[in-house]
């Protein structure tokens, strides 16, 4: 420890960004007064260092974890200045998303035949499984949490997309919101039933638990028919829906 010690805070924020886990670090800090004192100081810098590590699509999931955060509890957070944030004030719902889009991409994977296969792999070059899964629930959310500056970014997004990039987020959504998913994935990701077998207690339960219903994701299904229709038929209804209906 001694050794340890005498090293320079840049090598322990270094020693520190290779913990394993958030946990991990916090472990580290523990141990004495100066590891701590590095740990408070740069605790940003080191559990960004982490998370970039674990979680895929980071930046995506970073997005959407701040927009959650800026409009559930209405703090001061802005989606634009994400890295001027510190990241204590969105971690919990960063790793719950993290979990969720893990769960999603790993269930999607094995329907597919796996990440190995020819097939999973042509629809990964475009964009990954976790930031598809990532723009999917910006959509879900958007249907609760109705946000001009929110719209207007998800209208720049799909306007931004490549047709050959839209194919995996069809086949990743047609996946999720069917039978194809498995019915604990389902009731993970809050679509665990059909409308008309939806209850009150089934809805009281979801949103207590931050989860989204059903409706939240035909909200999801109307506004990607509505980009297909945009992207290749030249459609005004997605332009309608996002900038329009606030």
Not at 66 to 79: N, P
Request: aromatic residues 10%.
């Amino acid at each position: 420890m001694v050794n340890l010690l005498s090293l320079p805070n840049e090598m322990l924020i270094c020693i520190y960004g290779y913990s394993s886990t958030i946990e991990s670090a916090v472990f580290l800090s523990s141990v004495n007064r100066s590891l701590r004192s590095v740990w408070l100081k740069h605790t940003n810098h080191i559990a960004e260092a982490i998370l970039r590590r674990q979680i895929s699509a980071y930046q995506d999931a970073v997005d959407l974890a701040v927009l959650e955060e800026t409009l559930v509890d209405k703090t001061r957070l802005a989606l634009p200045t994400t890295n001027q944030i510190p990241v204590r004030l969105y971690l919990s719902r960063l790793l719950r998303n993290a979990s969720l889009a893990s769960s999603a991409t790993a269930a999607w994977a094995a329907c597919e035949g796996g990440p190995e296969s020819d097939r999973y792999q042509a629809k990964s070059v475009h964009i990954s499984p976790q930031a598809v899964y990532y723009l999917m629930r910006k959509i879900v959310f958007s249907h609760r949490w109705r946000s001009e500056c929110l719209d207007s970014h998800l209208y720049s997004t799909f306007d931004a997309l490549s047709k050959d990039a839209m194919m995996p987020i069809d086949n990743f959504l047609c996946f999720l919101t069917s039978t194809y998913a498995d019915y604990d994935e389902r009731l993970k990701q809050g679509i665990p039933k059909p409308e008309e077998d939806w209850t009150e207690e089934d809805e009281w339960k979801y949103e207590a638990n931050g989860h989204v219903n059903t409706e939240d994701w035909e909200y999801l299904d109307d506004v990607w028919d509505a980009v297909i229709a945009y992207k290749f038929h030249g459609s005004l209804k997605l332009k309608e829906m996002l900038c329009n209906d606030i």
